[in-house]
């Protein structure tokens, strides 16, 4: 069972676009969002993460915006650069746990 | 902060070797360290959680006989891949963490080569 939905799976944009990712989840337990980036041949790094207390959550470029009502949240990266060129991953923890739930994984390519 | 270091980053073994595979977090202690698996272009898939001092809790399906799992201490973490075979062939990633609801910091992977 999937618990975790991402879409959509790939995405191109132009360099100076607006990117968006979104993820939709199942477990009304999960209290923790994070958001990945991984790079071909290397680990995901933690980009932002949101907890439900909020709605939004802004860091640099990067947005997280969180329904708790839809049970949906997503990712806007503003202003696409070729280096954001990644795939992303959305996750979701329950609360006093610790395994991660992924989504299936967005694959971004920014063009120049 | 936060760093988490994965070793080696490459394998390429003959088939029925063991291999191991270190993740240590360099600058903070984990409570909790856990094992993925990844195949191309697909998400990470948990094999097992650790707990330090514990035995490891694996995920349905994994064979924990021959995914074998040493937390030693608050920094190191083992997963030893036993009498591999071709496909068993993977990237094997590690992530670390301080605690419950925290989170979780990955290591850069370990892509295995079974021939």
């Known amino acids: 069972q999937q618990q975790v939905k991402q879409s959509p799976q790939s995405l191109i944009v132009q360099k100076g676009g607006i990117s968006i990712i979104n993820c939709a989840y199942e477990n009304t337990a999960f209290d923790y969002f994070p958001w990945y980036q991984q790079f071909p041949g290397k680990g995901p790094a933690l980009l932002i993460a949101?907890?439900?207390?909020?709605s939004e959550k802004k860091e640099g470029r990067f947005t997280i915006s969180f329904n708790k009502s839809a049970k949906q949240f997503s990712l806007h990266i503003m202003d696409s650069q070729p280096g954001d060129s990644a795939t992303y991953f959305c996750?979701?923890?329950?609360?006093?746990?610790?395994?991660?739930?992924f989504g299936g994984g967005t694959r971004v390519l920014v063009k120049p | 902060g936060a760093v988490v270091s994965q070793h080696p980053s490459r394998v390429i073994c003959k088939s029925g070797t063991s291999v191991k595979i270190e993740c240590r977090s360099l600058d903070f202690q984990a409570t909790t360290m856990f094992w993925y698996r990844q195949f191309p272009k697909q998400s990470l898939m948990l094999m097992a959680t650790s707990n330090e001092g514990s035995k490891a809790t694996y995920e349905q399906g994994v064979e924990k006989d021959k995914f074998l799992i040493n937390h030693a201490s608050l920094t190191l973490s083992t997963l030893t891949v036993t009498s591999a075979h071709p496909e068993d062939s993977s990237f094997y990633i590690c992530?670390?963490?301080?605690?419950?609801?925290?989170?979780?910091?990955f290591g850069d992977g370990t892509r295995l080569s079974i021939l």
């Open positions: 996750a979701a923890m329950a609360a006093a746990g610790n395994k991660l739930t």
């Open positions: 992530s670390a963490t301080t605690g419950s609801n925290q989170p979780q910091h």
């Open positions: 949101i907890r439900p207390d909020v």
